[in-house]
């Protein structure tokens, strides 16, 4: 249980990271970097397979890794898209 915990901070960190550099400014910090990656992976996990869209790089931590990051850059352009309309 701990271990899958690490696990999936360490995926969620990583997919963040990358995802900050995709969509500029819009970083977060690590603590949200983490957490928008988590998200990120939740909304691919659910999103991709209604679509009909296989995500299979491989498995394991870089296919994991890739779509949380795919998840987190749709996350963080959508919050993008909510600030440019409140402002």
Do not use: E, H, N
Not at 52 to 72: D, E, M, P, Q, V
């Amino acid at each position: 249980m701990l271990t899958a915990l690490i696990v999936a901070l360490v995926i969620g960190a990583v997919a963040g990271w990358l995802a900050g550099l995709l969509v500029q400014g819009t970083g977060f910090g690590l603590l949200g970097d983490i957490v928008v990656g988590i998200v990120g992976a939740l909304i691919t996990s659910t999103l991709l397979p209604k679509l009909g869209i296989g995500l299979t790089l491989g498995g394991g931590i870089i296919g994991a890794i890739l779509a949380a990051a795919i998840g987190a850059v749709i996350l963080l352009l959508i919050v993008r898209l909510v600030r440019q309309l409140t402002a």
